[in-house]
């Protein structure tokens, strides 16, 4: 399969069971301290838990975002694109939709943690409106690295 078909009839949707085993790989190649299949399915049950999918062409999961919705706050909990389809806006898509979710919701305020030395990562959040608004020491594991931590008000 090509990366342009997979990617050309993109889909985003709320987490469905039949997304989780593509969801535990992507976590294995995109994290360094990846959830666990078990962690992603028990998502599905947890009624703070939402995400938003992205699906290409053939139906397998191209990249994802997680929050925990509590009240009017929310976390970001992760957001994964497959590395074949990054840079193709599909995080931004992520981001923005999540956003939107969120409002609709009620959700004042969001947090989210990025690896400092993850610059692509923390352009794509500044670009959907988050500021650093602090640090977490020695956060990630794999390398041991400080988290910035990020927020936005929503309207």
Same mark, same amino acid.
């Given at each position: ?64 975002? !997680?929050? &925990?919705? +509590? *009240?009017? =706050?929310?976390?970001?909990? /992760?957001?994964?694109? @497959? ?5 193709? #806006? ?15 919701? !009620?959700? &004042?305020? +969001? *947090?989210? =943690?990025?690896?400092?030395? /993850?610059?692509?990562? @923390? ?5 959907? #409106? ?26």
């Amino acid at each position: 399969m090509t990366q342009k078909s997979e990617t050309n009839a993109l889909r985003f949707g709320p987490l469905e069971p039949q997304y989780i085993e593509d969801m535990a790989a992507l976590e294995q190649v995109c994290f360094s301290v990846p959830w666990s299949r078990e962690t992603l399915e028990s998502e599905l049950d947890n009624p703070c838990a939402f995400y938003v999918v992205c699906t290409g062409g053939t139906g397998n999961v191209l990249g994802y975002i !997680g929050s &925990r919705i +509590v *009240l009017d =706050e929310a976390d970001i909990t /992760n957001v994964a694109v @497959r590395p074949d389809c990054r840079r193709r #806006g599909i995080a931004r898509e992520l981001v923005g939709r999540m956003l939107a979710l969120m409002a609709e919701k !009620g959700v &004042r305020s +969001v *947090l989210l =943690e990025v690896r400092e030395s /993850n610059l692509p990562a @923390r352009n794509c959040y500044a670009q959907a #409106g988050f500021t650093v608004v602090g640090r977490r020491k020695n956060y990630y594991e794999a390398p041991k690295e400080d988290a910035l931590l990020m927020g936005r008000i929503l309207e």
